[in-house]
């Protein structure tokens, strides 16, 4: 999709209304940040500390989702990742006129909302009509113990109300904890965090520190050891502080009935009562992820959807990949190998629809940080 001519283009890099990221479709009608979040992926693209500006109306953008090649029916939606739809009045209202445009199109996909801002009572309401009329929709509580001299302009207050208000709603919440880093790894930090999220969320998300390329010197500032070159901080899943990826094995024992993940596609499956439809039961990412045995046993018993490499090309084809040679394909391991370099979002789509794993070249201009669902590792750092 072609960036729209926009002031301040110089400035401020936009990306795609929608985008096909690791577990989710991106919905990004609105972007720029009024916050400033030091390690916010946003930053090196001029959209923090700016107005959040409307690309797309709410119409527009169910128009641009519905005739997406990356759109099919079992993806989850991630609305607003390039903002925070609560962080503003007209914010908040567009978010509500898209809830009523998803509801009144017939979309039913799984809707996910990311955010630290406070959740107002209009847009609760709209979220408790989008749940009725049968839209899936979970909200994201971004918070990880971190203070004001790193999440500026974010009331922690307002944010941990979140959790008992929206727990009250009936409106299901992940706790999403990230970013984790030397300033939020202490024990005490910890289990403060996890004390509240563990009342009301069902589930938290620990992710770590993304590193994605061209933002290493951003994240030293946070972090002064991951300055140094011989770090392979681009390639990695997530960077974790020795003393927090060390205190996770002792965190079952006291959340008994709190999942924690560390790969979101296990979380929303969790949350959705649905098998994980990204192959990761069994592997020693599954192994990793504190997650309930009812679960695991759903993921083990699910019969995945038929596939034939041709199904494979096809789809790539339909996604505008220019030139495609011949598919490898593996029935019994589920994987598709490709000789010719493919961009993360269609890598991505293809293993989402199909329940599949792609291997190809990564494309060189492809600016994409890397995840576990690509086979990257956590990248633990003593500080």
């Not at 930090?189 to 290493?216: E, H």
């Not at 070159?229 to 002792?250: G, H, V, Y």
Request: glycine letters at 6%; hydrophobic letters at 35%.
């Amino acid at each position: 999709m072609r960036t729209p001519s926009l002031p301040l283009a110089g400035r401020r890099i936009w990306e795609p209304v929608i985008d096909q990221h690791e577990t989710w479709l991106a919905v990004n009608p609105v972007q720029g940040c009024n916050k400033a979040c030091s390690y916010c992926y946003l930053r090196d693209r001029g959209q923090t500390l700016v107005k959040p500006l409307e690309l797309a109306t709410p119409k527009r953008t169910v128009e641009l989702l519905l005739a997406s090649p990356y759109y099919h029916r079992q993806a989850v939606l991630a609305l607003y990742t390039c903002t925070d739809a609560l962080s503003t009045a007209r914010t908040r209202a567009h978010l509500i006129g898209l809830l009523g445009e998803l509801t009144t199109n017939g979309v039913r996909n799984p809707v996910c909302l990311i955010t630290k801002c406070g959740v107002t009572e209009d847009v609760i309401d709209a979220i408790a009509s989008a749940r009725t009329a049968g839209v899936p929709v979970i909200v994201y509580l971004s918070y990880s113990g971190l203070g004001p001299d790193i999440e500026r302009g974010i009331d922690h207050e307002v944010l941990r109300s979140n959790f008992p208000r929206l727990h009250q709603n009936g409106i299901p919440v992940i706790h999403y904890w990230r970013p984790l880093m030397p300033a939020n790894a202490a024990p005490e930090t910890i289990t403060r965090v996890l004390d509240l999220a563990a009342r009301y969320a069902a589930c938290s998300v620990a992710v770590g520190l993304k590193v994605k390329p061209g933002a290493r010197n951003q994240m030293a500032e946070l972090w002064p050891e991951l300055g140094a070159d011989d770090l392979p901080l681009e390639s990695a899943d997530a960077i974790w502080p020795r003393q927090t990826w060390d205190f996770l094995e002792s965190l079952p024992e006291r959340y008994p009935h709190h999942p924690i993940y560390q790969t979101n596609s296990c979380a929303l499956a969790y949350v959705l009562q649905r098998p994980d439809s990204h192959r990761i039961h069994g592997t020693t990412t599954c192994s990793a992820n504190q997650c309930p045995a009812q679960q695991r046993e759903c993921c083990a018993t699910a019969s995945p959807p038929q596939v034939t490499a041709d199904d494979i090309s096809g789809s790539l084809v339909w996604l505008g990949v220019p030139t495609i040679g011949s598919v490898g394909w593996d029935a019994e391991q589920r994987t598709a190998t490709l000789k010719e370099a493919l961009c993360t979002r269609d890598r991505n789509n293809i293993a989402q629809r199909y329940g599949v794993t792609v291997r190809a070249p990564r494309d060189g201009d492809d600016n994409y940080w890397s995840g576990r669902l690509g086979g990257s590792q956590p990248l633990i750092i003593d500080s």
